[in-house]
């Protein structure tokens, strides 16, 4: 399933020179960091400590810690892939890495994406499919 996520991205990823978040609106319920973005699309990984639910469609906040440094509210996605993370231990914590299509962005989402990669963006991030996976969730 993440081969062919991979497959299908028309966008270069690239990873963040600082530390961004990104959260599930409205209830803040999913918020981890974001591993990669592009100007289509962004995957994050985010601990889980209630009980897990898949969605398919979202609105997200992308945001930097730092007060005024970044801040995009509202975003629409698709959710592409969702799956666990394998730590390798019997812990009974669970990280889940979650891969995000941008879905009709506004003109602002669009010209803030672009401020955010040219900005903070580093090298381009390869698409191999990442180890460790314990599941994948198609959810189109």
Do not use: N
């Not at 600082?18 to 409205?26: E, G, H, K, S, V």
């Not at 209830?27 to 990669?36: A, F, N, S």
């Not at 985010?46 to 609105?59: F, G, I, W």
């Amino acid at each position: 399933m993440e081969e062919r996520a991979a497959e299908r991205r028309q966008t270069p990823r690239y990873a963040l020179r600082t530390d961004f978040y990104l959260a599930f609106r409205p209830g803040l319920d999913r918020v981890g960091r974001i591993k990669d973005v592009s100007r289509s699309g962004a995957a994050f990984e985010y601990p889980v400590y209630d009980e897990y639910h898949q969605a398919a469609a979202v609105e997200v906040d992308i945001f930097a810690p730092e007060p005024g440094c970044f801040l995009l509210l509202g975003v629409p996605c698709q959710v592409v892939y969702d799956v666990g993370i394998d730590h390798g231990t019997e812990s009974t914590f669970q990280t889940r890495r979650c891969g995000l299509r941008f879905d009709r962005l506004s003109v602002q989402h669009r010209d803030q994406l672009q401020l955010l990669l040219g900005k903070f963006a580093s090298p381009r991030v390869s698409c191999e499919p990442a180890v460790g996976r314990r599941e994948a969730s198609a959810l189109h």
